[in-house]
C-alpha cells in the first residue's frame, strides 16, 4: 500500500512507525515541519532506511512565529496546502497524520478524501481544549470563543475521520460525548524507539563538556510550553540553590524555554543551566548525563495531554520525577512500573518528590531498572506496528478483524508493494496488509 504518515512534529517515534511499515513492503512517505522548534528524531534517510520510504521536511512561503495567534494560524494554513500538495503527488491509499494544528487538519483531510483515500485522526492531544488553555494563559482576549470555535472543527474532523487513534484511553470518553462511533476509536500508546535510546554510564562526553561530572543533576529535555509549568524548573533550582553538588538542566525550547531564561537570574549562580535542543544523534548521552529526569504537565492540562517525553526517559534508564495530574496516563505508568517519583503538579509535592530522590540515592538503581523494564515490555515496534495495521485493516473493511487476520508474513515472503487505484479501492487483499 502506499501510506503518507505526517507529524507536524517530526517526533522520533513517528518515524519509527514509518520505517516499519516501509521495512514490511508499503511505501511510504513521512512528512513533517521543518520550521517547528520540537525535537525531531533521526528525519535524515539513513543508510539502513527502506527504498519505499521518503521523509520530507516541509517549509512554508512565509515567517512561522508559534507564540502569534495570527502568525501561527496563517502559518497553519500554509503547511496545510503544502501537505495537499504532497497528498496529489504522492496519491496514497491512506493517510495517518498526528500532531497536526487543526486548520491544517482540515485541509488535509479535504485534499485526502478528493484524492479517495482513507484518513486515520491520530490524537496524540485534544488541541481544542490545548488551544483554548494556550489563549487563556496567554490573556487573549475571546479565549473562550476560540476554544469553543476550534471544538466544532476537531470534533467535525474526527466524525468525518475513517478511524481515530488515541494515545490514552481517557480520551475515549470525551470523544463519546462529541459523538464518535465507539467502533472507529482505537487506543495505542505512544512509545520510544529502544534502539536509539540505549542506556549509557552517567559520565558522558556531555557531562564532561557542561561540567555536570560529580553533581546530582536532575535534568529536563524537552518542549517546554507554558502547560509544562516550567515555574516548577525554577522553583527547584531555588530549592537546591545552596547545594554546589546539585544541579538542575533544562534543555528545551518553547514559551516556558523562554519564560525560564527571562527569570532564571531569580535562581543562585550556577543552580541552573538551560540550553538549546541538542543533535537527535546525542539523545541517549544528554539523558544518560543525568541522575534524575523530570517530566511536568500543569494540572489543567491532565484532561487532553500526555507527555511523550516520559517514554523516552524510560529507555534512557534513569530514575523518573514527574509533576502532573494523578490520574494522567504519565502518572499512572510511573507508580505502575515503579520507576520514579509522582506527584501532583504543585511545588510542595514536587519538591518533596525531589528531596526523596535525592536523600535515597541506594533506591535510584532500582528506579532506573524498572523503567527500562518497562520500555523493554511495551515498546515493540513489531507489535505496534501490528496494531496499527488493524486500524489501516478497518478503513477499507468496516470491522474490527481478528489479530490473527493482520499478523505480518515473514519477511521473506512480504510480496511487493501494492498500489490500488482510486477505482479498485476498497477492501484490499488481506496479504497486503502485513
Known amino acids: 500500500m502506499r501510506i503518507l504518515v505526517n507529524d507536524y512534529a517530526g517526533h522520533p517515534f513517528e518515524l519509527q512507525l514509518s520505517r516499519e511499515l516501509a521495512r514490511r513492503g508499503h511505501t511510504v512517505l513521512h512528512t513533517y515541519f521543518a520550521a517547528f522548534q520540537t525535537p525531531k528524531g533521526s528525519v535524515n534517510d539513513g543508510s539502513s532506511d527502506q527504498a519505499q520510504l521518503t521523509i520530507k521536511g516541509i517549509m512554508i512561503d512565509q515567517e512561522f512565529s508559534p507564540h502569534s495567534a495570527f502568525s501561527r494560524r496563517s502559518a497553519d494554513r500554509a503547511y496545510g496546502h503544502k501537505l495537499c500538495q504532497e497528498v496529489v503527488g504522492f496519491q496514497p491509499d491512506v493517510v495517518i497524520s498526528a500532531n497536526t494544528p487543526l486548520d491544517a487538519q482540515r485541509l488535509l483531510m479535504s485534499e485526502t478524501r478528493r484524492q479517495e483515500a482513507k484518513f486515520i485522526f491520530w490524537m496524540q492531544d485534544l488541541l481544542s481544549l490545548a488551544i483554548k488553555f494556550a489563549l487563556q494563559k496567554k ?26 487513534v488515541c494515545i490514552a484511553p481517557e480520551f475515549r470518553q470525551t470523544l463519546r ?58 522553583e527547584l533550582a531555588q530549592h537546591f540553590g545552596n547545594r554546589s553538588d546539585v544541579m538542575t538542566v533544562v534543555i528545551a525550547q518553547g514559551a516556558g524555554a523562554e519564560w525560564l531564561r527571562e527569570n532564571m537570574n531569580k535562581a543562585p549562580a550556577n543552580s541552573l543551566m ?15 548525563s543525568s541522575d534524575v529526569l523530570i517530566t511536568l504537565l500543569d494540572s489543567e492540562c491532565g484532561a487532553f495531554s500526555v507527555p511523550s517525553k516520559l517514554l523516552a526517559y524510560m529507555c534512557a534508564e534513569r530514575p523518573l520525577l514527574l509533576a502532573a495530574p494523578p490520574d494522567n496516563l504519565a502518572s499512572r505508568i510511573v507508580r505502575g512500573a515503579k520507576a520514579g517519583i509522582a506527584t501532583p503538579a504543585n511545588t510542595t509535592d514536587f519538591l518533596e518528590g525531589a528531596n526523596q530522590l535525592l536523600s535515597d540515592k541506594p533506591r535510584l538503581p532500582e528506579y532506573s531498572a524498572n523503567a527500562r523494564a518497562y520500555a523493554e515490555n511495551n515498546f515493540s515496534i513489531d507489535s505496534i506496528c501490528d496494531e496499527f495495521l488493524e ?5 477499507f473493511n468496516g470491522r474490527r478483524e481478528a489479530q490473527s487476520d493482520v499478523l505480518p508474513l515473514p519477511v521473506s515472503r512480504a510480496p ?3 498500489r490500488l487505484t482510486h477505482k479498485s479501492r476498497g477492501a484490499p487483499n488481506k496479504r497486503f496488509i502485513n
Request: aromatic residues 12%; contains cysteine.
Open 274 to 288: 538551560i540550553l538549546p535542543f541538542q543533535p537527535y544523534d546525542r539523545h541517549a548521552e544528554i539523558l544518560a
Open 139 to 164: 490573556g487573549v482576549p475571546f479565549a473562550a470563543l476560540a476554544g469553543k470555535l476550534y471544538s466544532r472543527l476537531e470534533q467535525r474532523l474526527l466524525r468525518e475521520s475513517d478511524a481515530v
Open 391 to 395: 486500524v489501516v485493516t478497518y478503513t
Open 416 to 418: 511487493a508493494p501494492m
Open 177 to 234: 460525548t462529541w459523538g464518535i462511533a465507539e467502533e472507529r476509536m482505537f487506543v495505542i500508546e505512544n512509545w520510544a524507539p529502544l534502539e536509539e535510546i540505549s542506556p549509557l554510564p552517567r559520565q558522558t562526553a556531555f557531562s564532561q563538556e557542561h561540567d555536570l561530572d560529580g553533581t546530582f543533576c536532575f535534568m529536563y529535555s524537552g518542549t517546554l510550553g507554558m502547560k509544562h509549568k516550567p515555574e516548577l524548573l525554577l
